[in-house]
């Protein structure tokens, strides 16, 4: 299993193919352009599914959430399959707010994402 770190998130390869992206801090203006860029980086390394591990993020502003969204349609387009995991409440209610709880696929455990 690789496993390396950026200013503020931790990227894991549980298996070939598959890359965890787990950001260590609440997602907001600030950080939100530190993970476009990892998300941007792993997306061109060849992988087929892309999993963003909130467990770490207890607030995410708008900034957060846009940059996943972008990452949802780059994933669609490079046929990637993108699954968040391991929301807290408060960050699954900005989601369910947003409606954007049915546009991505977001399940309890990295496990469970790893093995979708």
């Given at each position: 299993?690789?496993?390396?770190?950026?200013a503020f998130i931790s990227i894991d390869r549980?298996?070939?193919?598959?890359?965890?992206?787990?950001?260590?801090?609440?997602?907001?203006?600030?950080?939100?352009?530190?993970?476009?860029?990892?998300?941007?980086?792993?997306?061109?390394?060849?992988?087929h599914k892309m999993i963003v591990d909130l467990?770490?993020?207890?607030?995410?502003?708008?900034?957060?959430?846009?940059?996943?969204?972008?990452?949802?349609?780059?994933?669609?387009?490079?046929?990637?399959?993108?699954?968040?995991?391991?929301?807290?409440?408060?960050?699954?209610?900005?989601?369910?707010?947003?409606?954007?709880?049915?546009f991505f696929s977001i399940v309890v455990s990295?496990?469970?994402?790893?093995?979708?």
């Open positions: 299993m690789a496993h390396q770190e950026s549980p298996e070939q193919g598959i890359v965890v992206l787990a950001p260590t801090a609440d997602i907001d203006m600030s950080r939100s352009p530190d993970l476009r860029t990892s998300i941007r980086q792993e997306m061109g390394s060849g992988i467990e770490e993020v207890h607030y995410m502003d708008s900034s957060g959430l846009a940059t996943l969204v972008e990452a949802m349609r780059n994933a669609s387009k490079s046929d990637t399959k993108l699954v968040i995991c391991n929301m807290n409440q408060k960050v699954s209610a900005i989601f369910e707010i947003a409606r954007l709880d049915t990295r496990d469970e994402a790893i093995s979708l």
